[in-house]
Structure formats: structure tokens, C-alpha cells
């Protein structure tokens, strides 16, 4: 069988998850919240652990209802808790949620009645973007086309949410962040259980990092992203295809890993992850940005309603 009738479907649920994901990617990274999509696709994923361990299917719809559900709350609790942290970071209460929901996961598949709590666990994290079937295409296109639409409607005042300071928000910007994080939530949610953690956070954090080597306004960070995370995405399923097996010292031929082809959201995960080291490394030799015009530039594009 060919690339096309293998990872074709596969191609095309990149195509249409990977620029709604890179634009939320482009807020995250500018406002140095990192790893809250990590959290907020874990948070998910301790949903879909739940649903498992009582006996539905990873993909069925009670397990998807579910990891919206989680997403919703993780998205509600890591939105609320920024107030009145005194010295510690926000990013710090973001790690130990992931932490947090990362064990209770691992503990709630532990004692999975059908037994495959470790393997299920491995599938939340890797994901199965490779069995994508053309009939799926539909729905996604409807579900990531939604939430890309209301987030293009509320572009402009969340643009003017990340260059402000969030320590000083008025009820009407945290509402707005809420929503954010709530609209973030259920992108993860409805991703996680195709693409799997890693790759969700791939797809939200190194496109954005690639750009914002580069460039410091988000309007053109956005549109630098978008076309990186899909190109560095495309490298990953080809690598995928045709890279050979790894064969490590001491093993036979029938005991490779990966007697057949890499992994595929793994593989999609190295494609962007060395486009990162090379887009580093060509920064190293560029001389410094004008960081107070590009300022001026932003200030310009974004105007700030939320004062």
C-alpha cells in the first residue's frame, strides 16, 4: 500500500486540526503560560482514563463527554487560580495540575477491568492519528471549524488580553479569559482522544516558538505558525512512512523496534521538535530584533479595549 491509502486520511485531520491549534498556540506562548495546554490536554486525558475504567471505549462518545467535562473544569480552576499567589509563579500552580492529573490517571487505569489500563494510557498519551478514517473528516471539520470561528470573532480582544497584564484584570478581561481557557478546554478535549497529549502539545507550543524566533507581533506570529506546524507535520508522517527501523545493539532482525514504521504522532512530534533546533540555530546568527518598534507595532495592531 502507498503513502497516500495509509496516512492520507491522517494527512488531512492535519490539515484541518493543525491551524486552529497553532492560533490558541500563538496566545500561549506570548503570554509564557506553557504548559498550560499540557495540563489543560492531561486534565482531558484524566476524563477519558475515568470513562475507560468504567467501561466505555476510548472513543466512544461517554469518554469524549467526559475529557470535555474535565477539560471545562481544568480550564475553570487554572483560569481562577492566578489571583493572590503572592512569589509563586502561575506557571508553578500549571505544573502541579498536570502533575496531579497525570498520577490520578495512571492510577485510575491501573484498575481497569479490562486490563489494558497500560496500554490505554500509552494510546492517551501517543494517540492514533494514523487510524483516522475518511469518514471522520466531516465531523472534525465541523468541531475545529467551530471553535477556529469563535476564535477568530474574539481575535481581537484576546490579542489585546495577552499583551496586557493579566495581574490586573478587570471582571470584564477575566471573563474573556475564561473564555479562553474554556474554548482551549474543548479544542483539547475533542483533539487529545485523535492526536494524543504529545502531539497536542506539539501542535500548540513549537509552530508558535518557531515564529516567535523570528517575529514578536502576533498577527504575523499567526501567520508564520500556521504554514510551519502543517509543513513540520507533513515531515513527521513521511518519517514516519519511510524511515527504517531502529535496530539496536544485540537484537535480530525479527526483534527491531518497530518492525514495521515509526509511530506516527511520536514521529510528527521529532519532525517539529528539530524544526525548533534549526529555527534556534539560525536565530543565533541574526542580529538582534528592534523590540520597542516591533512593541509599537503590536500596540498599533492589537488596541487594547479591556482598560
Do not use: C
Amino acid at each position: 500500500m502507498g503513502f497516500w491509502s495509509i496516512l492520507g486520511p491522517a494527512a488531512i485531520a492535519v490539515l484541518i486540526m493543525v491551524p486552529v491549534h497553532t492560533l490558541f498556540g500563538v496566545h500561549i506562548v506570548r503570554r509564557g503560560l506553557i504548559f498550560i495546554d499540557l495540563a489543560v490536554a492531561q486534565v482531558a486525558a484524566l476524563g477519558m482514563s475515568l470513562a475507560i475504567a468504567m467501561g466505555h471505549e476510548a472513543a466512544s462518545t461517554v469518554a469524549y463527554e467526559y475529557s470535555v467535562v474535565f477539560a471545562l473544569l481544568g480550564a475553570l480552576l487554572i483560569s481562577l487560580s492566578r489571583f493572590r499567589l503572592g512569589k509563586v509563579p502561575h506557571e508553578a500552580i500549571i505544573g502541579i495540575v498536570y502533575v496531579l492529573t497525570t498520577a490520578a490517571s495512571i492510577i485510575v487505569l491501573e484498575f481497569d477491568p479490562s486490563g489494558h489500563g497500560h496500554e490505554e494510557l500509552k494510546e492517551i498519551l501517543t494517540g492514533n492519528i494514523m487510524f483516522v478514517k475518511s469518514s471522520q473528516h466531516l465531523g472534525y471539520a465541523a468541531t475545529f471549524g467551530s471553535i477556529l470561528a469563535v476564535l477568530l470573532l474574539l481575535w481581537r480582544p484576546i490579542s489585546a488580553l495577552t499583551l496586557s497584564k493579566q495581574e490586573s484584570l478587570n471582571f470584564k478581561g477575566v471573563l474573556l479569559d475564561f473564555a479562553f481557557y474554556a474554548l482551549l478546554g474543548f479544542m483539547v478535549a475533542s483533539s487529545v482522544k485523535v492526536a494524543g497529549v504529545l502531539l497536542v502539545f506539539t501542535w500548540l507550543v513549537m509552530p508558535a516558538v518557531i515564529a516567535f524566533f523570528f517575529v514578536e507581533r502576533i498577527g504575523v506570529a499567526a501567520a508564520l505558525a500556521i504554514p510551519l506546524g502543517v509543513l513540520g507535520s507533513f515531515g513527521g508522517l513521511l518519517i514516519s512512512y519511510f524511515a527504517p527501523d531502529l535496530r539496536f545493539q544485540g537484537m535480530a532482525m525479527g526483534e527491531a523496534a518497530g518492525t514495521g514504521n515509526w509511530p506516527t504522532g511520536p514521529s510528527v512530534v521529532v519532525a517539529l521538535g528539530a524544526l525548533v533546533v534549526v529555527a534556534y540555530l539560525v536565530r543565533l546568527f541574526l542580529p538582534e530584533r528592534r523590540t520597542g518598534e516591533d512593541a509599537a507595532l503590536d500596540a498599533a495592531e492589537e488596541k487594547p479595549e479591556l482598560a
